[in-house]
């Protein structure tokens, strides 16, 4: 069953402008990933935040985790059209190891 | 390092045939995934190995669909028989820890006609 929801579905941008994904979760976590997939391609490991972690910075990446709202957002600071690409949250529980995932936010960044 | 491989990259075939996915996780993780991606149900796991032994098979959709870890380096997904609802993306991952980063493989794309 799906864990997290992520909002907005679609975004679209300009390159440039930041854009920023939102996830929602209903059970505990031990900790919450966000992965990248390209069109027709794998996914791709961006980002891990553990469930005592606030704030997480990679590069123009950006997640913040709040376990007392079950929510998390991912930023992505100075858009490029090469981030074009479907964004899904994923947590991990605290009773086992695979990862559950949400819908995914489909990101356009035109030039 | 290689990265996860999966074989084939496409499959098509038709309903009643039996289908093979094929994973080879990056060497030394101990834990291997089977995914499955549809635009309906989104991803969803399917079972997972650690240490070649099956720990969660829950995600089986049903009787027809086993899996198989005979070694480190070797996993199958095996549908048999073969039903157009079976249509998705298949995709492996493999890590060393568990819920930690998982790295998938470029996925089977599956076509049941």
């Known amino acids: 069953s799906q864990q997290g929801e992520e909002d907005p579905q679609a975004l679209s941008i300009q390159e440039g402008e930041n854009a920023t994904m939102n996830c929602s979760y209903k059970?505990?976590?031990?900790?919450l990933q966000w992965y990248r997939q390209n069109s027709g391609r794998g996914l791709v490991h961006l980002i891990l935040i553990r469930s005592n972690e606030r704030e997480k910075h990679s590069g123009r990446l950006r997640v913040t985790l709040d376990t007392s709202k079950k929510s998390s957002s991912l930023l992505i600071t100075a858009s490029r059209a090469a981030d074009t690409a479907s964004y899904f949250c994923a947590t991990v529980s605290n009773s086992g190891y695979a990862l559950n995932f949400g819908k995914g936010t489909s990101l356009l960044v035109t030039p | 390092d290689a990265g996860v491989i999966q074989s084939p990259r496409h499959e098509v075939t038709e309903m009643g045939q039996e289908v093979t996915l094929r994973c080879k996780p990056i060497?030394?993780?101990?834990?291997l995934f089977w995914y499955r991606q549809t635009m309906m149900r989104g991803l969803e796991l399917l079972i997972y190995f650690n240490n070649n032994v099956p720990i969660d098979d829950s995600g089986m959709p049903e009787d027809r669909f086993s899996a198989k870890m005979p070694n480190a380096s070797f996993s199958t997904l095996k549908i048999q028989p073969s039903e157009p609802r079976d249509s998705a993306v298949y995709f492996c991952?493999?890590?060393?820890?568990?819920?930690?980063?998982?790295?998938f493989g470029p996925g089977t794309r599956l076509l049941v006609l």
């Open positions: 991952a493999s890590t060393t820890g568990g819920g930690e980063t998982q790295y």
């Open positions: 060497s030394g993780h101990d834990y």
């Open positions: 059970t505990s976590i031990n900790n």
